[in-house]
């Protein structure tokens, strides 16, 4: 069985960084394209950044020049580097993989920007 592990969520100020992290664990034997989404109270799940097998990089709009989505192969693992965080921020964050090409969720980290 596999799982994605997120970690790295918290409250932060605005205009602070956060990392947040995840693991893919398991009888794993291919992963290919990972990547974030959020969801805040009252809003659909929406994409924040996704990056392929080969590393290229997707961003939403709104998280351009901000957070930079990264990966290590060789540990299975996903980064979501979050810097110059506002309130429109906070959101549950999802990590996201094709694993086994099953389409895998983790069960969400919390990230809360407030003063």
């Known amino acids: 069985q596999v799982q994605l592990v997120e970690s790295g969520g918290g409250l932060v100020q605005p205009g602070g960084s956060l990392r947040l992290s995840c693991a893919a664990s398991g009888n794993i034997f291919n992963i290919g394209t990972m990547g974030w989404y959020r969801q805040a109270p009252g809003k659909q799940r929406e994409l924040v950044a996704t990056?392929?097998?080969?590393?290229?990089?997707n961003y939403a709009d709104s998280v351009k020049g901000r957070f930079t989505v990264s990966r290590d192969n060789a540990r299975n693992t996903v980064f979501l580097q979050m810097n110059s965080l506002n309130a429109e921020d906070t959101a549950v964050y999802y990590c996201?993989?094709?694993?086994?090409?099953?389409?895998?969720w983790g069960q969400g980290t919390q990230v809360t920007v407030s003063s």
């Open positions: 990056i392929t097998g080969g590393g290229r990089p």
């Open positions: 996201n993989g094709l694993v086994n090409r099953y389409n895998c």
